[in-house]
């Protein structure tokens, strides 16, 4: 079958291009109209990759199935068009969610701690905010949109946090920042700006990585 490639621009809030790197290749049969929602949600699925919610917190959505991806992008969505606060609530923690339909539908610790499911809940609390269901708490950030984010070279980001390449990658380890491979198959990675933003090194540990980096190189 002849294919054709779109590439699906994505855009901030404010109407922004985001590089072009993060725009989204699609083969699709060639003549194939796609509908212009299918294409939006899938523009947003790519972006998707990290969410910071009300209090700041920075969620890691890297490793989120392509059933949960797709999901988080459905009910994103929803957020975005205003949908009814009752109504998110009942489609986030509804049959359809993955991570609470592989738990026999119960909300157990383990579909609490999920990311997906701590996205979906914080977006449930901002609809309600919005329309007045919930009250906000003090130093609640309702203006930022939780999956905006800026994806920087791993080389770049330690200089400009001030450690060294493997400190950052200690960090990354340990889940304290989120980062994914540049391209699929590479080795070279990407570093959300977000999650850099709320890491602080460890002095003591950075100090230890670069005696020992100045003794190897000695």
Known sequence: ????????P????????????LWRDQAMPLGTVRPRADMRRAALE????????LEGRVLDLTRLSDEERTFFGRCYL????????ESFVKLSRGPQNPVIQAAGGRITQAVWEHPLFQALHDLEDRLGIQQGELAADPGDDLAR?????TWIPAVEAARAKGVTLPGLHGAI????????PAESG?????????????????????????????????
Do not use: C
């Open 1 to 8: 079958m002849i294919e054709t490639v779109l590439l699906v």
């Open 10 to 21: 994505v855009r901030d809030n404010d109407g922004n291009l985001f590089p072009r790197s």
């Open 46 to 53: 790519r972006m998707m990759d990290t969410f910071v919610t």
């Open 78 to 85: 929803a957020y975005r068009n205003g949908t009814p606060w």
């Open 145 to 149: 949109d939780p999956v905006a984010d």
């Open 173 to 180: 380890k340990r889940g304290v920042v989120v980062a994914k």
């Open 186 to 218: 590479r080795p070279r990675l990407l570093v959300s700006a977000n999650s850099l933003a709320r890491w602080t090194p460890n002095p003591v540990r950075q100090a230890a990585r670069r005696a020992s980096h100045k003794q190897r190189v000695a």
